[in-house]
């Protein structure tokens, strides 16, 4: 067939379903506006109310994507396109698209079960999938986190719902562990009294339990004590760092050695 042959049967189709495909485009652009709207002032009225950060991020991005569907579908029907057909269509794609999107259902499964046995919320820190983070969203697919340098993690929720994760919030307090080495020759029971009086000058350390200090191990070249104390989840790493520099400092003061690794070289003049 020539142009001139098909001409009347295009322009019969752009009449037809012109105006049709103009107005579904316009309405899912205001429909896409309007779900925008909803969603931001479902999640205003979220933050309104005393809810668990954690969920929040989940309902709103759930709520967004039923909204969309809803509005998909309502355009196709406004076009004069069969719901049933069209289920049935869906319904058959929807299992080849299952089947390829195993790992993203896997992963709102994930997010699902994590809201509900709260394994970790939103500021948490949590060790998981070789990263350490504290939570800062539990999303539908993912889970994201901050690092204490300031990157962004994103992890599966998937694979964080069923593998060994370390949550360091869930409990109040802490114990921080040290071990500290003096030199062979050194006076031991000097050296357990310095690092006595300097975890009970530190009002961050709990006086019960007792700091535990004992002598762990006799090395190589050093005589290395085990240091344990408890102290309140937020000052542990200031607890921690704190202590190795005052170790450090007293000892030198006390006449303590702490040793460390030496090479001697012996040149030998023929």
Known sequence: ????????????????????????????????????????????????????????????????????VILVISVLTTMGIEMTSLIAVLGA??????????????????????????????????????????????????????????????????????????????EPKRRVDWTFGIGYGDDVDKAKSVIKGLADADERIHKDPEVFIAVSALADSSVNFAVKAWVNAEDYWGVHFDMNENIYKTFAKEGLNIPFPQMDVHVHKE
Request: aromatic share 10%; glycine share 10%.
């Open 1 to 68: 067939m020539t142009l001139d042959e098909l001409m009347p049967q295009i322009l019969e189709l752009i009449f037809s379903y012109g105006p049709k495909l103009v107005g579904a485009i316009l309405v899912l652009i205001v429909g896409f506006w309007i779900v925008k709207a909803l969603s931001g002032g479902f999640k205003r009225l979220l933050d309104a109310r005393d809810l668990d950060a954690s969920l929040k991020p989940f309902m709103v991005s759930l709520v967004s994507m039923l909204l969309k």
């Open 93 to 170: 794609a929807g299992l080849a698209v299952g089947m390829a999107l195993s790992g993203t259902l896997q992963n709102f499964a994930g997010g699902v079960m994590i809201l509900i046995f709260r394994p970790f919320k939103v500021g948490d820190y949590i060790d998981a999938q070789g990263y350490s983070g504290t939570v800062n969203a539990i999303q539908i697919f993912n889970t994201f986190l901050k690092t204490p340098d300031n990157k962004t993690i994103i992890i599966p929720n998937g694979g964080l719902s069923t593998s060994s994760m370390t949550n360091y919030s869930t």
